[in-house]
């Protein structure tokens, strides 16, 4: 089982390299393929085990794949068949990360090396990007495929500087802890400041916000008053230092919050018409050609274009799922025992949520393929530590 997952965790470094497109807006990653013989070899273990430790978050789960299911139900008079069952995958991937959680619970894997595991993801992600940065620094050659632009930004294999910043954050994060945990080993400084300069190539706004609340916090709980000047100090580098795209890459762009704030009253309007149920998960990428926009509205490849997972889940889910979404997030924090594991990875586990708390406001994080595996595995690791 350690060698599966190891080779899942690499899987992971593919990134958007990895996918294979199975409907027109639906596609399938190499990490999909790898979690799914993780996942049935895990289950031919437990089979033989026979022991089964039930997961705590299993409710807010079930709960939560039912409402999705429900969603999907009580909306399909609004899209085609082929057009419900593409949304439905989605939902399907969802459960099978959630799956993920609820095997690695049974301590298939030492929990040492699902932490470990998930640093080397999130550095990886940083040294692939720096080689990105050098060889293949802009995307505008593939805006006809629906990326984004990104001009001198570092994307990695994720190619979107939002998303690899918010998982570069919380590497940093999680190398905080494991500094703590093997203090004789050197080179983790040495990865910190790679992940670091690595987050500051993004030029994501989003990331930087997300990293200095989770800092202030941080600094607040350790009472390390002093780590506040520091903190204000590298906020203005990276203010002022000139930036190789020059306008495009200033923090105080306009372009992108304009379309931001644009999309966020699109959505609401969307919430409006449908605040009970939703309009079913993650159909809003048919919304548009189902007659329920307007005809100027864009979708974005990065989930189904809502930029904010709260809306996310309010739009295609309603009040019903944000509710039973906003359940589970509670007893993620609720069901970690600060006298069950070192104080330091709780304050981690909770700084975690925070980055993706603020960073969710602007983007669709936790409802991103790698950011929801990050958690997943987080929270399993932290529930199983010791």
């Known amino acids: 089982m350690p060698i599966i997952f190891i080779c899942f965790i690499l899987s992971l470094l593919f990134g958007q390299l990895g996918v294979l497109p199975i409907t027109p807006g639906a596609y399938v990653y190499l990490h999909d393929m790898v979690l799914l013989v993780f996942l049935c070899a895990g289950g031919l273990y437990w089979l033989k085990k026979r022991t089964f430790v039930m997961p705590k978050l299993y409710k807010p789960i079930v709960a939560f794949v039912m409402v999705g299911v429900v969603s999907l139900a009580v909306n399909s ?14 939902l399907i991937r969802w459960a099978m990360y959630a799956l993920l959680y609820g095997l690695l619970v049974q301590k298939l894997i030492s929990s040492s090396l699902l932490l470990r595991g998930l640093y080397g993801f999130g550095t990886g992600i940083s040294v692939l990007g720096f080689i990105q940065y050098i060889w293949y620094p802009e995307l505008r050659n593939l805006s006809y495929l629906g990326w984004d632009p990104h001009f001198y930004r570092l994307f990695s294999t994720l190619f979107d500087p939002n998303f690899a910043g918010a998982i570069i954050v919380l590497a940093i994060f999680l190398g905080v802890f494991l500094m703590q945990r093997y203090p004789r080993q050197k080179a983790l400084w040495v990865l910190q400041i790679v992940n670091g300069i690595a987050l500051y190539l993004t030029y994501s706004r989003s990331s930087y916000v997300a990293f200095a609340v989770a800092t202030v ?13 520091l903190l204000i100090l590298v906020l203005l580098l990276v203010i002022i230092v000139p930036k190789p795209g020059g306008k495009t890459l200033s923090l105080m762009r306009m372009d992108s919050t304009v379309a931001r704030i644009g999309n966020w009253q699109q959505t609401g309007g969307l919430i409006g018409k449908a605040p009970i149920i939703g309009y079913g ?15 100027g509205d864009v979708i974005s490849r990065a989930g189904a274009g809502i930029d904010s997972s709260v809306l996310f889940v309010l739009a295609t889910t309603g009040i019903i799922g944000l509710v039973i979404y906003m359940w589970l997030i509670w007893s993620m924090v609720s069901n970690v025992r600060l006298g069950k594991i070192p104080k330091i990875l709780y304050e981690v586990y909770i700084l975690s949520l925070v980055v993706l708390g603020i960073h969710s406001l602007f983007s669709n994080s936790l409802f991103y393929p790698w950011v929801m595996i990050w958690l997943w595995i987080f929270t399993a690791g932290v529930e199983d530590y010791g």
């Not at 607040?220 to 780590?227: E, F, S, V």
């Open 281 to 295: 998960f993650n159909t809003l990428r048919f919304v548009k050609e189902s007659g329920v926009t307007r005809q």
């Open 77 to 90: 008079y609004r899209f085609p068949t082929n057009e419900t069952l593409t949304s439905g995958l989605y």
């Open 217 to 229: 916090c941080f600094i607040l709980l350790r009472k390390k008053w002093k780590a506040i000047m």
